[in-house]
């Protein structure tokens, strides 16, 4: 929330965007108390938020639910195509995802978190696991998360990881803060981030840096079964990550975006 002695800063609308924003894959229906515990708002503020966006057709009502609607998807389509994505994004990433046959995605740091901006379609690539652009991952567990702090300075990433929720996703995940500190310092010495079973079971993440400054950093990255994952195929998805990387600064994508 914005100081509230900025008067260049509307404080209704910026607790509005909080009721927006408070939606998202372990919350996609809530009712007003929800809605009022996730954005920190007392309930009469949270229902005028929760009633302005129901007015203006970002949000639609089930019963005490509330619910976003596909209307949503038009502020992210706007970004999508101001910046280029269908010509300068898409066409690079679905490239490469087919000559290494597993997803890639470019992804961003949003506060605390990963935010996917783009993913790579194969016509006949393996399974999916459910992410797309505008979902958003943990920064602590993820080869995504780990490259993006490698892209800040030492001091800035310890202070974000302070601040940021370390969640156990699974047995593997490390838990203490040297350690992830660690893994960082490697991403950030190597160009590399790749993470093993930490934050889905069997999964290895891998990343590298695209660009851009700090907090604005890009990265790409996929992942693989454990299973099977030999260390030359290791090195072959390290190596068409860099490639990607390579080609997405090429083709402009860090002035666009």
């Given at each position: ?17 909080a009721v ?6 372990d919350?996609?229906?809530?009712t007003?108390?929800?809605?009022a515990r996730?954005t ?13 966006l129901?007015?203006?057709?970002y ?7 509330f619910?976003?609607t ?6 992210a389509g ?9 010509r300068?994004v898409?066409?690079?990433?679905n490239?490469h995802?087919?000559?290494?046959q ?6 961003v ?7 996917l901006?783009a993913?790579s379609?194969l ?8 992410f797309?652009?505008g979902s ?18 030492p ?5 974000i ?8 996703h ?10 992830i500190?660690?893994?960082v ?9 790749i993470t093993n ?13 695209v ?12 992942s ?11 090195a072959?998805?390290?190596?068409s990550l860099?490639?990607?990387a390579a080609?997405?600064?090429q083709?402009g994508v860090?002035?666009?975006?």
């Amino acid at each position: 929330m914005p100081p509230p002695q900025d008067r260049n800063i509307s404080a209704s609308f910026a607790k509005g965007l909080a009721v927006l924003e408070a939606f998202d894959g372990d919350a996609a229906r809530m009712t007003l108390a929800e809605l009022a515990r996730r954005t920190g708002q007392d309930r009469a503020t949270a229902r005028r938020g929760a009633m302005t966006l129901l007015a203006a057709g970002y949000l639609r009502q089930e019963g005490r639910d509330f619910v976003l609607t596909h209307k949503v998807l038009g502020l992210a389509g706007g970004f999508l195509q101001a910046n280029q994505f269908g010509r300068l994004v898409q066409p690079v990433l679905n490239h490469h995802a087919g000559q290494m046959q597993t997803e890639i995605t470019l992804a961003v740091r949003d506060n605390n978190r990963v935010m996917l901006l783009a993913q790579s379609t194969l016509v006949h690539g393996p399974v999916s696991y459910g992410f797309t652009a505008g979902s958003s991952l943990p920064l602590l567990h993820t080869s995504l998360g780990r490259m993006l702090l490698a892209a800040v300075e030492p001091d800035e990433a310890e202070q974000i990881l302070r601040h940021s929720p370390c969640v156990r996703h699974t047995a593997q995940s490390l838990s203490h803060l040297p350690d992830i500190l660690a893994e960082v310092d490697r991403a950030r010495d190597t160009g590399l981030s790749i993470t093993n079973g930490e934050f889905e079971p069997g999964i290895t993440g891998f990343a590298t840096l695209v660009g851009g400054p700090g907090a604005k950093a890009l990265v790409v990255g996929s992942s693989a079964p454990e299973a099977g994952l030999s260390k030359t195929r290791s090195a072959q998805i390290c190596a068409s990550l860099q490639q990607c990387a390579a080609d997405l600064r090429q083709a402009g994508v860090l002035s666009a975006i």
